[in-house]
């Protein structure tokens, strides 16, 4: 179902009717000579991949987006908060708004870690919300918070870029909020936190889906693009080497690898592309790791279901952004629920990620289900069920030139500095299929740039 | 100030030696098609057996796939795609034109690699595209610390190939003096680098250990 249309899509649509969309193609040629590729992995083959893009973009009046930047920083200093609390005297679990076991039993609570404290305080420095915006009711739900890596913002800033060559018309007759101070923000943010340094992105290396985006970040934010190799810890300090032998010591690492390849000495040792004893200088408070470690215990998918709880109890506010209905099988009530419902439910696997582990039950067969079933009974504190959302599609254009509906989110992208800034723009991702719900990159989707618009005077 | 990695400063160097090596190959290529037209049919076979592969072709429309195309490890498209792979390490150092030029030379080939001839014209194209990719590198990284990597990378491959490819010591101790103001730019006072003219196995080996005299491993 596609939403119905505002008079900005409308206004939209007219420059589109007036320019040549064969003009689609010279804006795709770009984007191939800039080598922007979100790369795939599949069947253990390196895939350099093209990230399929369509030209319409998601259209967000000032006012929805007003209403999302203060939903969505409102969240953030939750899970913020969250995070400080549960590394340091965990009252939300002696108050009872979270039960301590549903924590302590998440492999992405890292006890090794707890009282480690972090430069001024901020432990979710970058972060992606996904969003859906929900046909029924109108409004729109967080569907998942990403607090570790999220990627994607290099994407739309990117073709932002192209598309106000290539289509100018759209910038002078829509009044489109510009994007382009994003790396610069990041800069800053790096700066904010930096404990005495030089700010460094922390890549996995030319093979890692984003590899783009790391390099790209790089060089606007005039960070150092370095790997592993490239970084060294001597007495808890972090360095660069450089060519000539000498060393630079680091002050902040926007670190795009997951904790668990972060240091082979404290997380797993067979990791290649990690930095050996960094979380030491973590610890010692001489480096500033962004996003922190741990911050996969705020956004595990069971731990989603209490961040309204968390708004609450933080904040003493109302939630201003809705989750997805969700049942937790860790909880006996939920569990029977999901059990009697799955046909109807959206199961999710807290431990994957990407569109990983997401299964509809409605497109299970009676043994894939019976096996679902016995699975969530076996293992409940790994499981989420939800209510499929009927979420709006968003029109694409065809190689022929004609539109085609498909599913769509909204990834939005903060930086935690000396305040959050939820950046006007955000990541369109939609299904290459037009029956799929699955709309991730890492799942072959594709995406589109979105437009917030500037107040009208 | 920007700060290089060992390892950047070897993606670099070996950008340079490769576009460079896209550049010899290419011009070597055409004057041997030329050749092979209506002179010498086996002059290629003779070049190349120099660098110890054995090539074999029944016209000079098939040598210019074999060269351009085929070859394992020294094909153009190789070269080309090895050149790219470094740009592609280096990226955040290099000006988005430079970086634009290598990848979209890649592309073409990548492209024409599907074609079942290779035209002349074609690859003529491709001295074109390396001058560009040259200029980029003058007009926007002249004062940047990366250029005298890229820079190294280019003379030691062509000191390399003088020596190799045309038995000429000669030509690569003319380039010796521009090879030490180049190392001067990395290291300043480093040690001069001397070729002798007659003993072609220790030039070799001089040439090819000036970037790991130059760059040195952090030793932590």
Not at chain 1, 88 to 105: R, W
Not at chain 1, 152 to 158: D, I, K, T, W
Not at chain 1, 360 to 382: M, Q
Request: hydrophobic share 40%; glycine share 6%.
């Amino acid at each position: 179902m596609i939403e119905s249309h505002s008079p900005l899509y409308d206004a939209f649509k007219s420059v589109l009717n007036t320019i040549d969309t064969q003009r689609v193609q010279e804006l795709l040629a770009y984007m191939n000579t800039e080598a922007i590729n979100f790369n795939l992995f599949k069947n253990n083959a390196f895939i350099e991949r093209k990230f399929p893009f369509d030209i319409i973009p998601r259209i967000v009046s000032h006012q929805e987006f007003t209403y999302l930047e203060k939903g969505i920083k409102q969240r953030i200093y939750a899970l913020n908060l969250f995070l400080e609390d549960i590394y340091g005297d965990q009252k939300i679990l002696k108050d009872g708004i979270i039960p301590s076991e549903f924590v302590f039993a998440s492999k992405a609570y890292l006890p090794s870690f707890a009282h480690t404290k972090v430069s001024k305080n901020i432990r979710v420095h970058i972060s992606g919300i996904d969003l859906v915006k929900n046909s029924v009711g109108d409004g729109w739900v967080v569907l998942e918070d990403n607090l570790r890596v999220p990627s994607g913002v290099s994407y739309p800033l990117s073709l932002r870029i192209l598309t106000r060559k290539v289509f100018p018309e759209f910038f002078e007759k829509l009044p489109i909020q510009s994007v382009h101070d994003y790396p610069k923000r990041l800069e800053a943010a790096m700066d904010y936190v930096n404990t005495g340094g030089i700010n460094v992105i922390l890549t996995p290396g030319r093979y890692n889906s984003a590899f783009y985006e790391h390099s790209y970040l790089a060089k606007q934010s005039g960070a150092v693009l370095a790997t592993g190799e490239d970084l060294f810890v001597e007495k808890d300090k972090v360095y660069l080497k450089t060519y000539l032998g000498k060393k630079a010591r680091v002050g902040a690492i926007y670190r795009r690898l997951d904790d668990d390849a972060l240091d082979p000495v404290e997380f797993n040792a067979d990791s290649l592309i990690g930095v050996p004893n960094i979380t030491q200088a973590y610890r010692a408070g001489n480096i500033a790791l962004m996003n922190s470690i741990g911050n996969g215990i705020a956004d595990d998918k069971g731990i989603y279901y209490f961040v309204p709880a968390m708004i609450r109890y933080y904040m003493n506010e109302e939630p201003i952004l809705q989750n997805a209905p969700t049942y937790l099988a860790f909880f006996e009530k939920d569990r029977q629920h999901i059990l009697q419902n799955l046909r109807t439910l959206v199961i999710k696997d807290v431990a994957e990620a990407g569109g990983y582990g997401v299964v509809f039950g409605s497109k299970l067969s009676k043994n894939e289900r019976e096996a679902l079933k016995d699975a969530i009974i076996k293992e409940p504190r790994r499981f989420i069920a939800q209510e499929v959302i009927e979420f709006y599609d968003i029109e694409c254009l065809t190689n022929e030139g004609t539109l085609s509906p498909r599913k769509a989110d909204l990834r939005m992208f903060s930086i935690f500095s000396d305040d959050i800034f939820i950046w006007p723009c955000g990541l369109t991702r939609y299904a290459m299929d037009p029956s799929s719900y699955i709309v991730n990159s890492s799942q072959g989707g594709g995406f589109k740039d979105t437009w917030v618009l500037k107040e009208s005077k | 100030m920007i700060l290089i990695s060992p390892q950047t400063a070897e993606s670099l160097f070996w950008m340079g030696r490769y576009i460079q090596r896209a550049e010899s190959m290419t011009r070597l290529i055409i004057a041997l098609f030329d050749k092979i037209i209506d002179e010498n049919f086996n002059e290629a076979k003779e070049l190349y057996e120099k660098l110890g592969i054995a090539l074999h072709y029944a016209s000079s429309q098939a040598f210019l796939r074999k060269s351009v195309f085929e070859l394992d490890f020294i094909s153009l498209y190789y070269v080309i795609n090895t050149a790219r792979e470094n740009a592609i390490l280096t990226r955040s150092h290099l000006p988005n034109r430079m970086f634009s030029r290598i990848n979209a030379l890649y592309l073409k080939y990548q492209a024409a690699k599907e074609e079942p001839n290779v035209s002349i014209y074609w690859l003529e194209s491709t001295l074109q595209e390396l001058d560009a990719i040259w200029g980029n590198l003058e007009l926007s990284l002249v004062e940047a610390k990366e250029a005298p990597l890229i820079e190294l990378g280019k003379v030691v491959e062509r000191m390399d190939l003088s020596i190799r490819l045309f038995d000429s010591i000669e030509a690569a101790v003319m380039d010796t003096e521009k090879l030490n103001v180049i190392a001067d730019k990395i290291r300043p006072g480093h040690k001069k680098i001397l070729l002798s003219s007659s003993q072609k196995a220790k030039a070799l080996a001089t040439i090819n250990s000036v970037f790991g005299a130059l760059i040195t491993s952090h030793e932590s």
